[in-house]
């Protein structure tokens, strides 16, 4: 299969996994995605934010920030997948027929926080397969900003959203050169339509993208079969940008 069979391949994949449950709106959760950003949760992550965390970048005026250092989730709600925190880190493992099925959408997103204008930090790191990836303003699994990070061989960022149950793939041209196996530290800036990511603190992106999404959920994505481990994960809320 070529490089470009496997990746459309890949993003199909993304598509029915997201796309079946998101379409017909029989699992989603209105409640998450009408939640308001409640200070309490935010201010509960007050430890790491403020420094206590041993490990990890930091990410300056970070609104929320687990570290998994109390072996829970508790901040975070499990849309698909199985997630849980082994060895102070959050693993998801995507359901083995997840693409066939459309039966999970493998993610899990922030509790209680929703944003336009978001700076994003963590380090994720593959263990099975290649893809593991962030979900931005998300509104339900229809509508939502996702950027997978893939290991090699394609060692490449893919850039996509789904809307309205459109799913749309902007980009995937951003090389990424990374193992399975090997930790990255991934650092992303989304204000307006402008998207910016660092990895390893090495600009990789920055442009502009129609997106479509406006305030919704922050969160981590699976794809398929995949496993991931993910840590000291930081979320600073941004303001409206300038006129
Ligand atoms: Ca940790």
Redesign the pocket.
């Known amino acids: 299969m070529s490089t470009l069979r496997i990746l459309n391949h890949a993003a199909l994949c993304l598509v029915g996994s997201l796309l079946l449950l998101g379409c017909d709106g029989a699992e989603q959760d209105s409640t998450m995605a009408a939640s308001p950003a409640k200070s309490s949760a935010i201010s509960s992550a007050a430890g790491f934010c403020g420094g206590a ?1 041993t ?2 970048s930091w990410l300056e005026n970070a609104d929320f920030c ?4 109390d072996g829970t989730d508790t901040r975070w709600e499990r849309l698909g997948g199985s997630w849980e925190v082994v ?4 693993v998801g493992t995507g359901l083995p027929d997840a693409c066939a099925t459309g039966s999970s959408a493998d993610e899990t997103l922030i509790r209680d926080l929703r944003a336009q204008n978001v700076e994003m930090r963590l380090e994720m790191r593959s263990q099975q397969r290649v893809d593991k990836g962030i979900i931005l303003r998300s509104t339900g699994f229809g509508d939502q900003i996702a950027l997978n990070f893939r290991a090699d061989p394609f060692n490449d960022l893919v850039v996509q959203e789904l809307a309205g149950c459109q799913f749309i793939l902007f980009d995937s041209n951003t090389q990424i050169p990374h193992q399975v196996g090997q930790t990255i530290d991934v650092r992303v800036k989304l204000v307006g339509d402008q998207l910016t990511v660092w990895i390893d603190d090495r600009l990789v992106l920055d442009r502009s993208f129609p997106f479509r999404a406006r305030p919704g959920s922050v969160g981590l994505v699976v794809i398929d079969e995949g496993v991931t481990a993910f ?2 994960v930081q979320v600073a809320l941004l303001g409206d940008p300038p006129c």
């Open positions: 965390s490990s990890g687990d570290d998994f250092s060895d102070n880190e959050y840590d000291n």
